[in-house]
């Protein structure tokens, strides 16, 4: 059973800054493309960044320049460093995890985790 727990959601300001990690089994962490979705209340969920096990990463137009993924391989982790945040980037962040890339950045993921709550007051 593969586990993806998030983690490092919380309450910030406007510009404030915010890391979510996503902790997962070591035996899929290296072999695996591993992604952050998100959730706004009353839209649907949004591909937000990727990373491949090579570190090749994808984004988001809406959060280029602003947040950066990275994954530690001896951890088993990967993260979602926020920087800039606005009021729009409210939501649920997921983290996500399939073998392929194309399942990852098309919303198609074997796994999801349980999600983290980011809130940006203005």
């Known amino acids: 059973q593969v586990q993806l727990v998030e983690s490092g959601g919380g309450l910030v300001q406007s510009g404030g800054s915010l890391r979510l990690s996503c902790a997962t089994s070591?035996?899929?962490?290296?072999?695996?493309?591993m992604g952050w979705y998100r959730q706004a209340p009353g839209k649907e969920r949004e591909f937000v960044a990727a990373i491949l096990w090579n570190g090749l990463t994808y984004y988001a137009d809406s959060v280029k320049g602003r947040f950066t993924i990275s994954r530690d391989n001896a951890k088993n982790t990967i993260y979602l460093q926020m920087n800039s945040l606005k009021p729009e980037d409210t939501a649920i962040f997921y983290c996500?995890?399939?073998?392929?890339?194309?399942?990852?950045?098309?919303?198609?993921?074997?796994?999801w985790g349980q999600g983290t709550q980011v809130t940006v007051s203005s």
């Open positions: 070591g035996r899929i962490f290296n072999n695996y493309v």
């Open positions: 996500a995890a399939d073998f392929e890339s194309r399942k990852v950045r098309e919303g198609r993921p074997n796994y």
